[in-house]
């Protein structure tokens, strides 16, 4: 689904960085590990943000057997991307049912091809949270839900930045049972500062 050949990051006026090969087919979750500093999360943000600051080059670049689009409605139709502490994206002001029903009317699905009661079964969120705004969820819930969020438009490619940041132990393994159901349908790329996480959750860890 995912491939990565000779995958390099120059910033201006600071270090290059260079990338083992990467490769995430479809079923599959791959952990990317790696001392901090290293480069982990200017990888995700040079393939799935909107505002990085270095320059990119590269061999090979594909999504699906295609060249990897840069990042805009074609990538995002295809990837969910899940930065650091992406909760904190959530709207204060509606509440999450009213989230999921964005995220549905922006992918062109409707609620019923959701299998929205099934997600909330296996994040273990009672489905009267939707009906709350963020604020009213505690931390682990709200990152569950930014998990579910991202599970409902059906993406070919799940990419997650530290999802066990600041969460308890509980959370993280309902998250990992949760990415071990979700990797049935889609690839999996996840960077965590966890080896063990990695080793719990990942079919193959990349150490950077």
């Known amino acids: 689904m995912l491939v990565l050949e000779d995958y390099r990051i120059a910033y201006p006026d600071g270090p290059t960085l260079a990338y083992p090969d990467i490769h995430v087919a479809r079923g599959e979750l791959v952990g990317l590990f790696g001392p901090s500093g290293c480069g982990k999360t200017s990888l995700l943000e040079s393939l799935f943000g909107t505002a990085f600051p270095g320059r990119v080059s590269y061999r090979c670049a594909l999504l699906g057997g295609a060249p990897l689009p840069p990042p805009g409605p074609a990538l995002y139709r295809r990837v969910s991307y899940c930065p650091q502490f992406s909760q904190a994206a959530l709207n204060p002001k509606l509440t999450l049912r009213a989230h999921v029903r ?41 990152q569950r839900m930014v998990l579910l969020l991202c599970a409902l438009k059906k993406p070919e490619l799940l990419v997650l930045d530290e999802p066990s940041s600041a969460i308890d132990l509980i959370t993280l393994r309902d998250i990992v049972d949760f990415l071990d159901h979700l990797k049935s349908r889609a690839a999996v790329l996840m960077v965590a500062h966890s080896r063990p996480l990695l080793e719990r959750a990942a079919d193959r860890i990349v150490e950077l």
């Open 102 to 142: 964005l995220v549905l009317r922006g992918n062109g699905l409707a609620e019923s091809d959701a299998d929205l009661p099934g997600l909330l079964a296996r994040l273990r969120l009672d489905e009267s949270l939707l009906s709350r705004r963020p604020g009213g969820l505690s931390g682990g819930q709200q």
